[in-house]
Protein backbone atom coordinates (compact mmCIF):
# COMPACT_ATOMS: atom_id res chain seq x y z
CA UNK A 1 0.00 0.00 0.00
CA UNK A 2 1.30 3.66 -0.91
CA UNK A 3 2.53 5.49 2.25
CA UNK A 4 3.71 8.88 2.95
CA UNK A 5 0.67 11.19 1.35
CA UNK A 6 1.19 14.74 2.57
CA UNK A 7 -1.58 15.99 5.32
CA UNK A 8 -3.59 17.66 2.95
CA UNK A 9 -7.15 17.88 2.51
CA UNK A 10 -7.38 19.25 -0.69
CA UNK A 11 -6.33 16.98 -3.99
CA UNK A 12 -6.31 16.40 -7.81
CA UNK A 13 -4.97 13.10 -8.45
CA UNK A 14 -3.50 11.88 -11.42
CA UNK A 15 -3.71 8.84 -13.17
CA UNK A 16 -3.37 6.29 -16.31
CA UNK A 17 -1.65 3.59 -18.07
CA UNK A 18 2.48 3.99 -17.85
CA UNK A 19 4.26 6.37 -20.52
CA UNK A 20 0.72 8.20 -21.39
CA UNK A 21 2.26 11.75 -20.03
CA UNK A 22 1.06 12.28 -16.69
CA UNK A 23 4.64 13.66 -15.78
CA UNK A 24 4.81 16.45 -18.36
CA UNK A 25 1.58 17.45 -17.93
CA UNK A 26 2.30 18.09 -13.98
CA UNK A 27 5.54 19.35 -15.22
CA UNK A 28 3.39 21.81 -17.29
CA UNK A 29 0.90 22.65 -14.07
CA UNK A 30 3.81 23.04 -11.66
CA UNK A 31 7.12 24.26 -14.11
CA UNK A 32 8.59 21.67 -11.55
CA UNK A 33 10.66 18.23 -12.75
CA UNK A 34 8.75 14.98 -11.61
CA UNK A 35 11.23 11.96 -11.38
CA UNK A 36 10.16 9.49 -13.79
CA UNK A 37 11.95 6.29 -14.85
CA UNK A 38 13.14 5.30 -18.35
CA UNK A 39 10.67 2.35 -18.09
CA UNK A 40 7.49 1.80 -17.96
CA UNK A 41 6.37 0.34 -14.28
CA UNK A 42 9.72 1.84 -12.56
CA UNK A 43 7.61 4.36 -10.69
CA UNK A 44 5.36 2.58 -8.38
CA UNK A 45 4.96 5.03 -5.59
CA UNK A 46 3.03 7.94 -5.90
CA UNK A 47 4.19 11.09 -6.84
CA UNK A 48 2.86 14.02 -4.52
CA UNK A 49 3.56 17.84 -5.25
CA UNK A 50 2.65 19.93 -2.38
CA UNK A 51 4.85 22.38 -3.24
CA UNK A 52 2.26 25.32 -2.32
CA UNK A 53 1.43 26.82 1.38
CA UNK A 54 -2.35 26.06 0.66
CA UNK A 55 -4.05 22.80 1.72
CA UNK A 56 -3.55 21.23 -1.24
CA UNK A 57 -1.54 18.75 -3.43
CA UNK A 58 -1.11 17.16 -6.84
CA UNK A 59 -0.42 13.66 -7.03
CA UNK A 60 1.08 11.52 -9.88
CA UNK A 61 -0.12 7.79 -8.87
CA UNK A 62 1.98 5.06 -10.67
CA UNK A 63 1.40 4.12 -14.03
CA UNK A 64 -1.03 0.47 -14.64
CA UNK A 65 -1.30 -1.85 -17.81
CA UNK A 66 1.36 -3.78 -19.57
CA UNK A 67 4.41 -2.91 -18.90
CA UNK A 68 7.68 -4.44 -20.71
CA UNK A 69 9.13 -6.77 -18.23
CA UNK A 70 6.96 -6.01 -14.92
CA UNK A 71 5.83 -9.50 -14.16
CA UNK A 72 1.85 -9.79 -13.83
CA UNK A 73 1.98 -10.20 -10.42
CA UNK A 74 3.41 -6.89 -10.10
CA UNK A 75 1.07 -4.84 -12.22
CA UNK A 76 -1.75 -6.18 -10.77
CA UNK A 77 -0.96 -4.88 -7.12
CA UNK A 78 0.18 -1.63 -8.68
CA UNK A 79 -3.39 -1.38 -10.22
CA UNK A 80 -4.75 -2.41 -6.66
CA UNK A 81 -2.99 0.68 -4.60
CA UNK A 82 -3.85 2.78 -7.04
CA UNK A 83 -7.74 1.70 -6.67
CA UNK A 84 -7.30 1.78 -3.11
CA UNK A 85 -5.52 4.87 -2.71
CA UNK A 86 -9.00 6.57 -3.98
CA UNK A 87 -11.14 4.99 -2.76
CA UNK A 88 -9.33 5.53 1.18
CA UNK A 89 -8.82 9.34 -0.13
CA UNK A 90 -12.07 10.24 -1.99
CA UNK A 91 -13.28 12.69 0.33
CA UNK A 92 -10.33 14.84 -0.39
CA UNK A 93 -9.84 14.43 -4.04
CA UNK A 94 -11.78 16.97 -5.45
CA UNK A 95 -10.46 16.05 -9.21
CA UNK A 96 -9.64 12.79 -10.52
CA UNK A 97 -7.58 13.18 -14.28
CA UNK A 98 -7.38 10.05 -16.40
CA UNK A 99 -4.53 10.89 -18.59
CA UNK A 100 -4.91 8.84 -22.10
CA UNK A 101 -2.74 8.54 -25.16
CA UNK A 102 -5.34 10.05 -27.98
CA UNK A 103 -3.14 7.54 -30.38
CA UNK A 104 -3.36 4.71 -29.29
CA UNK A 105 -6.25 4.59 -26.47
CA UNK A 106 -9.04 3.34 -28.52
CA UNK A 107 -6.57 0.48 -29.80
CA UNK A 108 -5.88 -0.73 -26.23
CA UNK A 109 -9.21 -0.73 -24.92
CA UNK A 110 -11.04 -2.77 -28.14
CA UNK A 111 -8.20 -5.53 -27.68
CA UNK A 112 -8.83 -5.68 -24.23
CA UNK A 113 -12.65 -5.51 -24.72
CA UNK A 114 -12.46 -8.40 -27.67
CA UNK A 115 -10.60 -10.74 -25.00
CA UNK A 116 -13.84 -10.14 -22.76
CA UNK A 117 -11.90 -8.10 -20.20
CA UNK A 118 -12.99 -4.59 -18.78
CA UNK A 119 -10.15 -2.35 -19.74
CA UNK A 120 -8.29 -0.81 -17.43
CA UNK A 121 -9.04 3.05 -18.58
CA UNK A 122 -12.58 2.26 -18.77
CA UNK A 123 -12.56 0.34 -15.11
CA UNK A 124 -10.73 3.66 -14.15
CA UNK A 125 -13.17 6.29 -15.34
CA UNK A 126 -16.41 4.50 -14.08
CA UNK A 127 -14.40 3.86 -10.89
CA UNK A 128 -13.74 7.25 -9.85
CA UNK A 129 -17.17 8.22 -11.12
CA UNK A 130 -18.74 5.14 -8.72
CA UNK A 131 -17.09 7.20 -5.78
CA UNK A 132 -18.19 10.55 -6.53
CA UNK A 133 -15.10 12.04 -7.72
CA UNK A 134 -15.48 14.51 -10.59
CA UNK A 135 -13.46 13.06 -13.71
CA UNK A 136 -11.83 14.18 -16.58
CA UNK A 137 -10.27 12.65 -19.13
CA UNK A 138 -7.37 14.28 -20.49
CA UNK A 139 -6.61 13.03 -23.95
CA UNK A 140 -2.93 13.52 -24.65
CA UNK A 141 -0.57 13.64 -27.60
CA UNK A 142 -3.47 15.07 -29.97
CA UNK A 143 -0.66 16.56 -32.21
CA UNK A 144 -0.15 12.70 -33.57
CA UNK A 145 -3.80 12.67 -33.97
CA UNK A 146 -5.03 12.99 -37.76
CA UNK A 147 -8.82 12.55 -36.99
CA UNK A 148 -9.20 14.47 -34.22
CA UNK A 149 -12.98 14.66 -33.50
CA UNK A 150 -13.50 11.21 -35.18
CA UNK A 151 -10.75 9.78 -32.50
CA UNK A 152 -12.20 11.85 -29.22
CA UNK A 153 -15.73 10.51 -30.44
CA UNK A 154 -14.45 6.82 -30.34
CA UNK A 155 -13.28 7.61 -27.06
CA UNK A 156 -16.19 8.76 -25.91
CA UNK A 157 -18.13 6.05 -27.05
CA UNK A 158 -15.55 3.52 -25.30
CA UNK A 159 -16.33 5.05 -22.42
CA UNK A 160 -19.87 5.18 -22.52
CA UNK A 161 -20.35 8.95 -23.62
CA UNK A 162 -22.84 9.91 -26.49
CA UNK A 163 -20.83 11.84 -29.12
CA UNK A 164 -20.13 14.30 -30.07
CA UNK A 165 -17.59 14.97 -28.07
CA UNK A 166 -18.12 18.72 -27.67
CA UNK A 167 -20.59 17.80 -25.52
CA UNK A 168 -18.00 16.91 -22.93
CA UNK A 169 -15.89 19.44 -22.51
CA UNK A 170 -16.07 19.51 -18.72
CA UNK A 171 -14.97 15.48 -19.02
CA UNK A 172 -13.25 14.95 -22.52
CA UNK A 173 -10.25 17.28 -22.91
CA UNK A 174 -7.97 17.04 -25.90
CA UNK A 175 -4.15 18.01 -24.93
CA UNK A 176 -0.86 18.08 -26.20
CA UNK A 177 1.40 18.54 -23.23
CA UNK A 178 4.96 17.64 -24.59
CA UNK A 179 3.99 21.42 -26.44
CA UNK A 180 2.45 22.98 -23.82
CA UNK A 181 -1.10 22.68 -25.22
CA UNK A 182 -3.11 21.75 -21.97
CA UNK A 183 -5.78 24.86 -21.71
CA UNK A 184 -8.94 22.16 -22.18
CA UNK A 185 -7.78 20.28 -19.29
CA UNK A 186 -6.97 23.29 -16.80
CA UNK A 187 -10.36 24.84 -17.99
CA UNK A 188 -12.29 21.82 -17.39
CA UNK A 189 -10.52 21.31 -13.54
CA UNK A 190 -11.07 24.92 -13.27
CA UNK A 191 -15.00 24.22 -13.74
CA UNK A 192 -15.10 21.35 -11.18
CA UNK A 193 -13.24 23.03 -8.00
CA UNK A 194 -15.70 26.42 -8.91
CA UNK A 195 -18.39 23.50 -9.10
CA UNK A 196 -17.21 22.48 -5.22
CA UNK A 197 -16.42 26.16 -4.14
CA UNK A 198 -13.21 26.24 -4.42
CA UNK A 199 -12.23 29.49 -6.43
CA UNK A 200 -9.16 29.71 -3.70
CA UNK A 201 -7.32 26.67 -6.15
CA UNK A 202 -7.88 27.94 -9.39
CA UNK A 203 -4.82 29.92 -9.58
CA UNK A 204 -3.05 26.39 -9.60
CA UNK A 205 -4.93 25.76 -13.08
Given at each position: ???G?????????????????K?????EL?????TT?K?P??????????W????????????F????????????????D??????????????G?L?L?G?????I????????E??H??????????????????????D???????????VC?????????????????????????????TE???T?L????RD?L????
Amino acid sequence: MFEGRPDRSAEVVFCGRSNVGKSTILRELTGHDFTTGKKPGVTRSPGHYDWVPEDFVLTDLPGFGFMSGVPEEVRERIKTDVVRYIEDHADEILVGVLVLDGKSAVDIIDRHADRGEVPHDVELFHFLQDVGIPTVVAVNKMDKVHDRDERLNAVCDRLGLPSPWQQWQDTVAPVTAKRGSITPLTEAVRTHLHDQRRDDLLKFF
